[in-house]
């Protein structure tokens, strides 16, 4: 055996530690969309038997496969985001009503971003780190559809969910 070929183990931790910064997280989520209320929700649990909504009426179901992983390493940017914006809006003491009402939004996103984070670990069965890597870096890699005004990104699994399902009306067409 040459000396050459052999690796040293600081090189097989390095590249271990690559190995598990780079691994991705399969795993399913499921729309939900309840073709009589036209209510629109996602699930962690896979149900192949189909499901009835709290109405009765048996429900449309899109299973979807994702890197949880690319989900979580979103939501929990989205997480730094809002803080920021919460951090930033305690600042405004002169526009009290309209700094209030902004309050109350980023409190309402923040705890949809904290459900959906939730929900993937669960998806996940444990807990998943995200991406170590800067946003940046990570950008191409990620399922990025959209970015919106206050800088939130939308993940393809939640960007316009109603498309997924054809029978969906919107309120407009009803
Ligand atoms: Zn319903």
Partial sequence: MSDSKSISLDQFRKRKEKEA???YHFGKMVWL?????????YTEIISPNGRLHNCGTLVNEQEIDLDLRAEITITEYNLTIIDGLLKKNSGFKLVKIISKSLDKALIALKASEEAYRERLQLAAGTVVPPYPEKIELLKDKLPIKDTNKLGLMVSEFRFEPEKRFNQFKSPRDK
Avoid: G
């Fill in 21 to 23: 910064a780079e691994q």
């Fill in 33 to 41: 969309h309840c073709p009589k209320c036209e209510t629109l929700e």
